[in-house]
């Protein structure tokens, strides 16, 4: 809420105020004059320190939608608790150079950024957007836990997330690596998230082909987007990674970047514009671009849909819907499918709840992360669907832990583009 | 972490446990080691509730109570055992789950086991020919009436809290929600409870529409609070999803003609949903925009269920109101509210300014509203340092109405928050008892009515007691709420 609108909101109580006497005015009036006194921390800091407060003196309207909440069932993980925690590390209340205090920390880092909070917060942020401000402070101090130092220290030695660089593999894993010539029509960005689940690059690249795209992949050159460093706040490395993939991105001369990993579109387009960098070209999500393909007849499905998928049920990832808001393409795509039924569960589009493999809890406490891909999954089958489709290699990821041992055979977790090529 | 480092407020009496270790390890038998914790992190969050004072205390660092042992039961046999190992080793046991409450109901003021009900967190049954919904009771209320709306139906049970607080908080507070003109309170709403006893025994009360079967019991559990038992399911009625909506406002020269009007509108069993009369100031303060109620009193209506009922409601509605010099104001007021009536920021605000500021609610008959309503105002008016005291009226029957007050200041040099917040909840009480009300319509009693009880109840209250006495004899659950004076009336 900005000051206008406070002022606006405020302004029943002028005449109130003005009725009152003077010792009561004037205290009132002190109180107002001394709040960043009172209560803000000395000294230079970046934590947002005027919304952690609204944050936590809020009632917690959030709560009943928050996905480390729902796992867990402890007021521990409850949104306005993380705020009132981020606010007490800020202000020294609780200090965090203190070993005994590591699970204060350790809370700051517990957050899916899924952002369902922000969809129902009266002051319109998210709960991660203020923690990554608390993260900063201790980042500074030199207090990033370990689980996020491994993080960073994997994309510096292997160029990726994992322990050896995913791309080396795409040989191995029979995925066709197209070079550019410097010319290309579209820059196809692979997740290295996604170079997890082989078939599905595979699939979106035989439909690139299919709908006679000009396209490179590159992949001897890929490195990580740095999503993760900007995850855990470590704008240093974040930068480096940035700065590699516009240059790795300008050499193609394509005009536009399409990637399977929609947190890869959220950090080459909004978290480089936010660290200063701007990749000068288009980025989408797969599923958009293919959307855009279908509409202007450059793909047709030509073939029936397999038995065994005609009922499919929606997983929207929460990195398409909420962060780049868009719950249309996957269903303009799915409804030009004859023959396919699509049951949505309960909580879908911009309502939806988390796979659980978001953010940075699945370092900071895998267990909880699991819980919550459980929920998700729990929800899905609810629908009756055997097939539960996404557009996501970490909703992949996560929905996988979701799904009990026993239900493996039951359950199969789909990535759009695996069901359109059985159809094109 | 150093607790010392926080300001304890309810830190009289606390109850001192000689080996909390060995209460810690005997906790971990009955409900798993992951289900206990006496981490500090853990702690610390449930150290208050949703009291709109505690709001002061956390921006000042301070903590409302503290408590010893946090757990997270997952079975009725598991709670009944901690009961049982809490009246051995005499610990206080305070039943919480979303923490919503308003009164200090949560707050674990003596220290003991917190019992969090969250993961009774389960939809076990809707009953399409019966009307019914069976749900553990630590579910949230926004995903229980959610999932209900999903599947095409309502519980009607809609308070402002809804998001935030739980079928459990719901019961034990006897809560009133925003459409309970039309569906009741929980106390209609309720068929039937599965309810854990002090001392461990697990009784139920079956589901039925109605029963003549000698004195009504399970009644004595809605309303107290978790102080005679732990509810662990219920069973409430629902209905299908409404397929219509009248959304009406009009707008009165005066309170009273307000009063008049609805009064009318009941009285010929037109049960509008939603009723809210504002008073002038809070008129002010939500409808600045609408130009037909400048200085008047604003009143919305939702009327909602079967077309046809609607349309006559409707009708029906707006007569009365025309009859008593309404003025109609359009669905925009009433659309409003619907936007902001989750959108709460004042607690975010006011407490950075070191405002003190509360809503409570009483009951009274209709005769005696008008009385009430001007002489809390009056009353409030007179407490040094209060700034605002206004009233909306929200809930209606036949036979009377809940209003609101609201107040809101800042404490003067020579008291505390706590006093001044004491002073004026006292004030508005005492002026609410002397006009003939209620202490209380839907947020219940906890700690800052329970020395108003007496008042309120007469000899009835030592009934009261000798009840608690009798289900809960070494005064294990939740104690310092509703039967004795936490707060000393007059000493602060």
Not at chain 1, 217 to 237: H, M, Q, S, W, Y
Not at chain 1, 375 to 392: D, P, S
Not at chain 2, 303 to 324: A, F, M, P, Q, Y
Request: glycine residues 6%.
């Amino acid at each position: 809420m900005g000051v206008f609108e406070t002022l606006k909101k405020y302004k029943w109580m002028v005449p109130l105020i003005e009725k009152a006497d003077r010792i009561t005015k004037s205290t009132l009036l002190k109180n107002f004059r001394l709040k960043k006194k009172n209560f803000y921390p000395e000294g230079e800091y970046k934590a947002d320190i005027d919304n952690l407060i609204k944050c936590m003196l809020c009632p917690n309207m959030c709560r009943f939608d928050c996905g480390i909440l729902q796992a867990s069932q402890s007021e521990t993980m409850s949104p306005g608790y993380k705020a009132r925690i981020g606010y007490y590390l800020s202000i020294g209340k609780i200090d965090p150079t203190k070993e005994e205090n590591k699970d204060f920390i350790d809370l700051m880092y517990k957050c899916t950024n899924e952002e369902s909070c922000k969809v129902w917060c009266p002051f319109d942020f998210s709960v991660v957007s203020l923690l990554e401000t608390v993260r900063d402070d201790l980042n500074d101090k030199g207090l990033m836990p370990d689980y996020c130092k491994q993080q960073i220290d994997k994309l510096n030695k292997t160029n990726t997330i994992e322990d050896y660089n995913i791309y080396e593999t795409y040989k191995e894993k029979g995925i066709d690596n197209i070079e550019t010539d410097g010319n290309d029509e579209v820059y196809y960005y692979i997740g290295c998230e996604m170079m997890k689940f082989p078939e599905v690059v595979k699939a979106n690249i035989e439909i690139l082909k299919k709908a006679g795209i000009k396209f490179s992949t590159n992949l001897k050159k890929r490195v990580c987007c740095g999503g993760p460093a900007f995850n855990i706040r470590d704008f240093e490395t974040g930068k480096k990674f940035a700065g590699k993939n516009k240059e790795l991105i300008k050499e193609t001369g394509a005009k536009i970047v399409v990637s399977d990993c929609p947190g890869c579109v959220l950090t080459l387009t909004d978290r480089y514009n936010k660290a200063g960098i701007d990749i000068e070209v288009k980025v989408v999500h797969i599923v958009e671009y293919i959307n855009h393909l279908i509409s202007n007849d450059k793909l047709k499905f030509e073939k029936e849909i397999p038995e065994e998928f005609k009922k499919i049920t929606i997983h929207d990832p929460c990195l398409i819907s909420r962060n780049l808001n868009d719950t249309t393409s996957i269903r303009e795509i799915l409804n030009k499918i004859s023959g396919l039924k699509i049951v949505e569960p309960i909580y879908n589009k911009e309502y939806v709840h988390c796979c659980g493999w978001s953010g940075t809890v699945h370092w900071a406490d895998k267990e909880i992360a699991i819980r919550e891909a459980y929920n998700r999954v729990k929800e899905l089958k609810e629908t009756g669907a055997n097939v539960f489709l996404t557009a996501c290699p970490l909703c992949e990821l996560g929905l996988g832990y979701g799904i009990e041992e026993n239900e493996k055979d039951k359950y199969k977790i789909l990535d759009i583009s695996e069901l359109l090529m059985k159809l094109i | 972490m150093d607790f010392k480092n926080f300001e304890l407020i309810y830190k009289e009496n606390r109850h001192e446990i000689k080996d909390k270790q060995a209460i810690e390890s005997k906790l971990k038998e009955i409900i798993g080691e992951n289900n206990v914790s006496t981490k500090d992190i853990d702690i610390l969050a449930y150290t208050k509730d949703t009291t709109l004072l505690a709001f002061n205390w956390v921006i000042e660092g301070k903590i409302a109570g503290l408590p010893d042992f946090i757990t997270w039961p997952e079975t009725v046999d598991q709670i009944s055992e901690i009961l049982k190992l809490a009246n051995k080793e005499k610990i206080p046991v305070i039943p919480f789950a979303e923490g919503s409450g308003v009164v200090g109901g949560a707050i674990p003021i003596h220290g003991g086991i917190i019992v969090d009900m969250k993961k009774f967190n389960k939809i076990l049954d809707i009953n399409d020919k019966n009307l019914t919904v069976t749900a553990q009771t630590g579910i949230n209320g926004m995903n229980l009436e959610r999932y209900l709306n999903a599947k095409g139906y309502t519980a009607g049970h809609i308070p402002q809290s809804l998001y935030i607080s739980s079928l459990g908080g719901w019961i034990a507070h006897r809560a009133a929600g925003q459409f309970s003109t039309k569906y009741g309170k929980i106390e209609d709403i309720v068929l039937g409870m599965e309810i854990i006893l002090p001392q461990g025994e697990i009784i139920n009360f079956k589901t039925i529409p109605r029963a003549s079967t000698g004195p009504q019991l399970d009644k004595l559990f809605i309303g107290a609070e978790g102080t005679l038992g732990i509810v662990t399911k219920a069973t409430l009625k629902i209905w299908p999803y409404p397929e219509k909506r009248a959304l009406i406002s009009y707008a009165f020269p005066t309170i009273e003609n307000s009063f008049e009007a609805i009064s009318q509108i009941l009285r010929v069993q037109i049960y509008p949903g939603v009723i809210r009369i504002y008073d002038q100031f809070e008129t002010e303060r939500h409808f600045p925009d609408v130009e037909q109620a400048k200085d008047k009193v604003m009143v919305i209506f939702v009327c909602e269920g079967n077309s046809k009922l609607v349309d006559l409601e409707e009708s029906i509605t707006r007569e009365k109101c025309e009859n008593n010099l309404g003025v109609e104001c359009g669905e925009h007021p009433v659309e409003h509210w619907f936007e902001t009536r989750f959108r709460v920021t004042e607690t975010s605000m006011l407490p950075t300014y070191k405002i003190v500021f509360d809503t409570l609610e009483v009951a009274s008959l209709w005769e005696n509203a008008p009385v009430i309503y001007h002489s809390v105002l009056e009353s409030m008016d007179k407490v040094k340092g209060n700034l605002i005291i206004t009233a909306h009226v929200s809930h209606f029957y036949p036979n009377g109405v809940g209003i609101y007050f609201s107040f809101g200041g800042v404490p003067p040099k020579e008291k505390s928050d706590l006093e001044f917040y004491q002073e004026c909840w006292d004030t508005t009480i005492k002026a609410v008892l002397d006009a003939g009300g209620s202490i209380a319509h839907h947020h219940g009693i906890g700690i800052n009515r329970s020395h108003w009880m007496e008042d309120e109840w007469g000899k009835s209250m030592k009934v009261m007691r000798d009840i608690k006495n009798l289900l809960d004899p070494n005064n294990i659950l939740n104690p310092g709420k509703i039967y004795v004076n936490t707060w000393k009336r007059g000493e602060n």
